[in-house]
T-cell receptor, first 112, second 110 residues
Framework: SQTIHQWPATLVQPVGSPLSLECTVE??????LYWYRQAAGRGLQLLFY??????ISSEVPQNLSASRPQDRQFILSSKKLLLSDSGFYLC???????????FGAGTRLSVL | GESVGLHLPTLSVQEGDNSIINCAYS??????FIWYKQESGKGPQFIID?????DKRQGQRVTVLLNKTVKHLSLQIAATQPGDSAVYFC?????????FGAGTTVTVRA
Protein backbone atom coordinates (compact mmCIF):
# COMPACT_ATOMS: atom_id res chain seq x y z
CA SER A 1 0.00 0.00 0.00
CA GLN A 2 1.02 3.58 -0.51
CA THR A 3 2.23 5.81 2.29
CA ILE A 4 3.32 9.42 2.44
CA HIS A 5 5.85 10.77 4.88
CA GLN A 6 6.34 14.41 5.82
CA TRP A 7 8.84 15.83 8.25
CA PRO A 8 9.38 17.48 10.57
CA ALA A 9 5.98 17.59 12.28
CA THR A 10 6.69 20.97 13.85
CA LEU A 11 9.31 23.58 13.19
CA VAL A 12 10.15 26.92 14.76
CA GLN A 13 12.43 29.11 12.69
CA PRO A 14 13.67 32.70 13.00
CA VAL A 15 12.84 35.27 10.35
CA GLY A 16 15.47 35.26 7.62
CA SER A 17 16.52 31.66 8.12
CA PRO A 18 16.33 29.04 5.35
CA LEU A 19 13.69 26.30 5.14
CA SER A 20 13.62 22.79 3.79
CA LEU A 21 10.58 20.54 4.19
CA GLU A 22 10.69 17.07 2.73
CA CYS A 23 7.97 14.75 1.55
CA THR A 24 8.37 11.21 0.27
CA VAL A 25 5.87 8.71 -1.09
CA GLU A 26 6.24 4.94 -0.92
CA UNK A 27 4.47 2.19 -2.78
CA UNK A 28 3.73 3.92 -6.07
CA UNK A 29 5.51 5.23 -9.15
CA UNK A 30 5.25 8.55 -10.97
CA UNK A 31 2.72 10.14 -8.64
CA UNK A 32 1.53 13.71 -8.94
CA LEU A 33 2.88 15.60 -5.93
CA TYR A 34 1.53 18.71 -4.21
CA TRP A 35 2.44 21.26 -1.56
CA TYR A 36 -0.33 23.17 0.23
CA ARG A 37 -0.37 25.76 2.98
CA GLN A 38 -3.19 26.18 5.43
CA ALA A 39 -3.54 29.17 7.74
CA ALA A 40 -5.29 28.60 11.06
CA GLY A 41 -9.03 28.18 10.56
CA ARG A 42 -8.76 28.54 6.81
CA GLY A 43 -8.93 26.41 3.70
CA LEU A 44 -6.14 24.84 1.66
CA GLN A 45 -3.96 26.97 -0.60
CA LEU A 46 -2.13 25.10 -3.37
CA LEU A 47 1.47 26.28 -3.58
CA PHE A 48 3.17 23.91 -6.03
CA TYR A 49 2.45 20.73 -7.90
CA UNK A 50 4.56 18.35 -9.95
CA UNK A 51 3.57 15.75 -12.52
CA UNK A 52 7.09 14.37 -12.96
CA UNK A 53 10.76 14.65 -11.96
CA UNK A 54 12.01 18.19 -12.46
CA UNK A 55 8.55 19.46 -13.44
CA ILE A 56 7.26 22.09 -11.02
CA SER A 57 4.22 24.31 -11.42
CA SER A 58 3.86 27.29 -9.11
CA GLU A 59 0.39 28.45 -8.21
CA VAL A 60 1.11 31.64 -6.31
CA PRO A 61 4.05 34.05 -6.30
CA GLN A 62 5.79 33.83 -2.98
CA ASN A 63 8.93 33.42 -0.98
CA LEU A 64 8.99 29.67 -1.46
CA SER A 65 10.24 27.23 -4.08
CA ALA A 66 9.80 23.51 -4.71
CA SER A 67 11.93 20.79 -6.22
CA ARG A 68 11.45 17.16 -7.19
CA PRO A 69 14.88 15.56 -7.33
CA GLN A 70 13.51 12.01 -7.40
CA ASP A 71 10.27 10.43 -8.54
CA ARG A 72 8.80 10.12 -5.06
CA GLN A 73 10.47 13.05 -3.31
CA PHE A 74 9.13 16.57 -3.12
CA ILE A 75 10.93 19.38 -1.29
CA LEU A 76 9.65 22.79 -0.25
CA SER A 77 12.33 25.42 0.34
CA SER A 78 12.94 29.02 1.18
CA LYS A 79 16.18 30.99 1.28
CA LYS A 80 14.88 33.52 3.81
CA LEU A 81 11.70 32.95 5.81
CA LEU A 82 9.20 35.73 6.42
CA LEU A 83 6.74 36.00 9.30
CA SER A 84 3.94 35.46 6.78
CA ASP A 85 5.37 32.02 5.90
CA SER A 86 4.02 30.63 9.17
CA GLY A 87 1.34 28.02 8.68
CA PHE A 88 0.49 24.37 8.33
CA TYR A 89 2.20 22.83 5.29
CA LEU A 90 0.75 19.75 3.70
CA CYS A 91 2.15 17.43 1.08
CA UNK A 92 -0.13 15.23 -1.03
CA UNK A 93 0.08 12.71 -3.84
CA UNK A 94 -2.35 11.42 -6.46
CA UNK A 95 -2.60 9.03 -9.38
CA UNK A 96 -4.96 8.55 -12.27
CA UNK A 97 -7.91 10.45 -13.66
CA UNK A 98 -9.80 10.60 -10.37
CA UNK A 99 -6.99 12.68 -8.90
CA UNK A 100 -7.93 11.71 -5.37
CA UNK A 101 -5.18 13.32 -3.35
CA UNK A 102 -3.82 11.66 -0.24
CA PHE A 103 -2.27 13.93 2.33
CA GLY A 104 0.63 13.68 4.70
CA ALA A 105 0.40 14.52 8.39
CA GLY A 106 1.60 18.09 7.82
CA THR A 107 4.31 20.34 9.18
CA ARG A 108 3.40 23.20 11.47
CA LEU A 109 5.85 26.02 10.80
CA SER A 110 6.17 28.99 13.12
CA VAL A 111 8.38 31.83 11.96
CA LEU A 112 9.33 34.12 14.83
CA GLY B 1 -13.34 27.80 -5.99
CA GLU B 2 -10.67 27.97 -3.33
CA SER B 3 -11.54 28.80 0.24
CA VAL B 4 -8.19 30.10 1.32
CA GLY B 5 -9.33 33.38 2.87
CA LEU B 6 -12.78 32.43 4.12
CA HIS B 7 -13.84 31.80 7.68
CA LEU B 8 -15.27 28.31 7.82
CA PRO B 9 -19.01 27.82 8.45
CA THR B 10 -19.98 25.62 11.37
CA LEU B 11 -22.48 22.86 12.09
CA SER B 12 -23.38 21.66 15.56
CA VAL B 13 -24.98 18.21 15.74
CA GLN B 14 -26.36 16.12 18.58
CA GLU B 15 -24.65 12.77 18.93
CA GLY B 16 -26.73 10.12 17.20
CA ASP B 17 -28.42 12.55 14.80
CA ASN B 18 -27.71 12.68 11.09
CA SER B 19 -25.45 15.43 9.72
CA ILE B 20 -25.78 17.10 6.36
CA ILE B 21 -22.88 19.15 5.04
CA ASN B 22 -23.38 21.18 1.90
CA CYS B 23 -21.03 22.45 -0.75
CA ALA B 24 -21.43 24.51 -3.92
CA TYR B 25 -19.00 23.90 -6.77
CA SER B 26 -18.16 26.02 -9.78
CA UNK B 27 -16.83 23.88 -12.62
CA UNK B 28 -19.45 22.00 -14.61
CA UNK B 29 -16.70 20.07 -16.40
CA UNK B 30 -15.30 18.38 -13.27
CA UNK B 31 -15.27 14.60 -13.55
CA UNK B 32 -15.04 13.74 -9.88
CA PHE B 33 -16.09 15.30 -6.61
CA ILE B 34 -14.42 14.36 -3.36
CA TRP B 35 -15.10 14.81 0.34
CA TYR B 36 -12.29 15.10 2.88
CA LYS B 37 -12.29 15.09 6.68
CA GLN B 38 -9.64 17.02 8.56
CA GLU B 39 -9.21 16.54 12.28
CA SER B 40 -7.42 19.17 14.31
CA GLY B 41 -3.68 19.21 13.66
CA LYS B 42 -3.83 16.49 11.00
CA GLY B 43 -3.83 16.28 7.23
CA PRO B 44 -7.11 15.91 5.32
CA GLN B 45 -8.35 12.34 5.02
CA PHE B 46 -10.25 11.04 1.99
CA ILE B 47 -13.82 10.02 2.83
CA ILE B 48 -15.68 9.35 -0.39
CA ASP B 49 -15.83 10.45 -4.00
CA UNK B 50 -18.51 10.52 -6.67
CA UNK B 51 -18.22 10.60 -10.43
CA UNK B 52 -20.04 13.33 -12.32
CA UNK B 53 -22.34 10.82 -14.06
CA UNK B 54 -23.75 9.66 -10.71
CA ASP B 55 -26.32 11.27 -8.40
CA LYS B 56 -25.67 9.32 -5.25
CA ARG B 57 -23.03 7.14 -3.70
CA GLN B 58 -23.02 5.44 -0.33
CA GLY B 59 -20.19 4.42 1.91
CA GLN B 60 -19.97 3.32 5.48
CA ARG B 61 -22.31 5.70 7.38
CA VAL B 62 -21.80 8.35 4.69
CA THR B 63 -23.75 9.25 1.57
CA VAL B 64 -22.77 11.80 -1.04
CA LEU B 65 -25.40 13.42 -3.24
CA LEU B 66 -24.61 15.32 -6.42
CA ASN B 67 -27.03 17.76 -8.02
CA LYS B 68 -25.46 18.94 -11.25
CA THR B 69 -28.39 21.19 -12.13
CA VAL B 70 -27.63 23.55 -9.27
CA LYS B 71 -23.94 22.57 -8.86
CA HIS B 72 -24.47 21.31 -5.36
CA LEU B 73 -22.81 18.54 -3.43
CA SER B 74 -23.75 17.22 -0.01
CA LEU B 75 -22.34 14.77 2.48
CA GLN B 76 -24.68 12.99 4.84
CA ILE B 77 -23.31 11.30 7.93
CA ALA B 78 -25.64 8.85 9.63
CA ALA B 79 -25.75 8.53 13.43
CA THR B 80 -23.08 11.15 14.03
CA GLN B 81 -20.46 10.18 16.58
CA PRO B 82 -17.97 12.27 18.62
CA GLY B 83 -15.20 11.05 16.31
CA ASP B 84 -16.94 12.78 13.42
CA SER B 85 -16.03 16.18 14.87
CA ALA B 86 -13.73 17.72 12.27
CA VAL B 87 -13.58 20.13 9.35
CA TYR B 88 -15.08 18.72 6.15
CA PHE B 89 -13.97 19.92 2.71
CA CYS B 90 -15.46 19.19 -0.65
CA UNK B 91 -13.25 19.27 -3.75
CA UNK B 92 -13.73 19.08 -7.49
CA UNK B 93 -11.14 17.64 -9.86
CA UNK B 94 -9.62 19.23 -12.92
CA UNK B 95 -6.27 19.29 -14.69
CA UNK B 96 -4.10 17.56 -12.06
CA UNK B 97 -5.45 19.88 -9.38
CA UNK B 98 -8.27 19.95 -6.90
CA UNK B 99 -10.40 23.00 -6.18
CA PHE B 100 -11.41 22.93 -2.55
CA GLY B 101 -14.66 24.38 -1.30
CA ALA B 102 -15.14 26.31 1.91
CA GLY B 103 -14.73 23.81 4.72
CA THR B 104 -17.41 23.21 7.34
CA THR B 105 -16.53 22.69 10.99
CA VAL B 106 -18.70 19.96 12.48
CA THR B 107 -19.01 19.80 16.27
CA VAL B 108 -20.78 16.83 17.83
CA ARG B 109 -22.60 17.51 21.11
CA ALA B 110 -22.77 14.71 23.65
Amino acid sequence: SQTIHQWPATLVQPVGSPLSLECTVEGTSNPNLYWYRQAAGRGLQLLFYSVGIGQISSEVPQNLSASRPQDRQFILSSKKLLLSDSGFYLCAWSLGEQNIQYFGAGTRLSVL
Amino acid sequence: GESVGLHLPTLSVQEGDNSIINCAYSNSASDYFIWYKQESGKGPQFIIDIRSNMDKRQGQRVTVLLNKTVKHLSLQIAATQPGDSAVYFCAETGDYKLSFGAGTTVTVRA
